[in-house]
């Protein structure tokens, strides 16, 4: 039987395994930071009647430049941007690939500070760019004196950011991305794919764009949308940004039902949008019940929360799952990783906690 180590792939690619998380048949699923609540009937109809609409038409490509649902976006974002400042695509890490390809690649470097986002790695690989992984604070903070040392040092072609970070949870202070922007000379790529679940007063790094040319802010329509199953991501940056990037964008890269499906999900951002307060909620449930049982939590602005569980996390992720609930192993010796679902989800959640982490 013929296996990958037969085939002339890349030196750099063996040994290496692919993204992914444990897709099992249990009653609770919460290690992907997926929405739980499943997309209201009136978005529902009104996405089946706009991919209805596109289907007589299959015979034509799409529109390549994704005109309209750009235009939806930057509407929703606000902040004075306009279609010529947001880009889509295939889910976030489509665009952050689309970034790497333009700014990255073979003699070029990203630098992000860990823990953080583990496909920022992998995407820097896939497009030959070397990946330099600094760390946060023991905190898991980041002190902007730090993070400007890094640069510094290594001086990369492009720096990634997450804010609200994954898998720690907690939002970046403004200043950090001041100072990251003063000193690096590349692209500065701030991920906010959670963005939407910051606590009250958690400013968004759109606010720096004005002035910052080399400043991208990402985010994704799989979290606050409930829309995993589009996959549809998309950023806002200066125009000229956006004219790097189709450069090596794939021709027609979106499709018209992927197109016509998420217009519909941000024009009835309302309705979907509608869950987020009762996520939070959960979020901050689980964060205090933790924390009265003395179970050391970080900070959280995102649909998760990480939490520590003693010296060796997977015999507590395997605790966890023989009682039905599947939470994420993110590598971070002595901590996991649980979503924030819906009441009755936190709720099993928790029990389990109560039991396993006393």
């Not at 430049?65 to 400042?85: F, K, P, Q």
């Not at 309302?270 to 179970?295: F, W």
Request: aromatic share 6%; glycine share 8%; proline share 6%.
């Amino acid at each position: 039987m013929t296996t990958i180590d037969d085939l002339p792939v890349r030196e750099d690619l063996r040994g290496k395994s692919p993204y992914g998380a444990p897709q099992l048949d249990v009653p609770v699923r919460l290690n992907t930071n997926e929405n739980s609540y499943p997309v209201p009937e009136d978005v529902v109809d009104a996405i089946g009647k706009a991919v209805q609409a596109e289907l007589r038409d299959l015979n034509r490509y799409p529109d390549r430049d994704v005109i309209a649902l750009r235009t939806e976006l930057a509407s929703y974002l606000g902040h004075g941007l306009t279609t010529a400042n947001v880009w889509a695509a295939n889910g976030s890490n489509e665009v952050q690939q689309q970034l790497l390809q333009a700014f990255g690649g073979p003699g070029r470097s990203a630098l992000g500070f860990g823990p953080s986002y583990s496909m920022h790695p992998l995407l820097a690989q896939g497009t030959g760019t070397a990946w330099i992984g600094a760390l946060r604070d023991p905190d898991f903070g980041l002190d902007p004196g730090r993070a400007v040392a890094e640069i510094r040092e290594h001086d990369p072609d492009l720096v990634f950011l997450c804010s609200p970070n994954n898998p720690t949870g907690t939002a970046l202070d403004p200043a950090v991305i001041d100072a990251v922007l003063g000193s690096a000379r590349g692209m500065v790529v701030v991920d906010e794919a959670y963005t939407e679940f910051a606590r009250p007063g958690t400013p968004s790094a759109l606010t720096l764009l004005p002035g910052h040319p080399r400043l991208v802010v990402s985010r994704t329509m799989s979290k606050a949308f409930g829309f995993a199953g589009g996959r549809l991501g998309y950023l806002a940056a200066d125009p000229a940004v956006i004219d790097a990037i189709q450069l090596v964008r794939l021709p027609y890269h979106l499709s018209a039902i992927s197109q016509a499906a998420a217009r519909a999900a941000v024009v009835h951002r309302e309705s979907l949008l509608r869950t987020v307060e009762a996520i939070k909620e959960q979020r901050d449930r689980i964060v205090t019940t933790l924390r009265e049982r003395g179970v050391r939590v970080a900070d959280s602005d995102a649909n998760f929360v990480l939490f520590r569980t003693g010296d060796d996390q997977k015999v507590a992720w395997q605790a966890f799952l023989d009682r039905g609930v599947l939470i994420r192993d993110v590598g971070l010796a002595g901590w996991l990783r649980v979503t924030a679902g819906t009441e009755s989800e936190t709720t099993a959640f928790l029990n389990a906690a109560e039991e396993i982490l006393s």
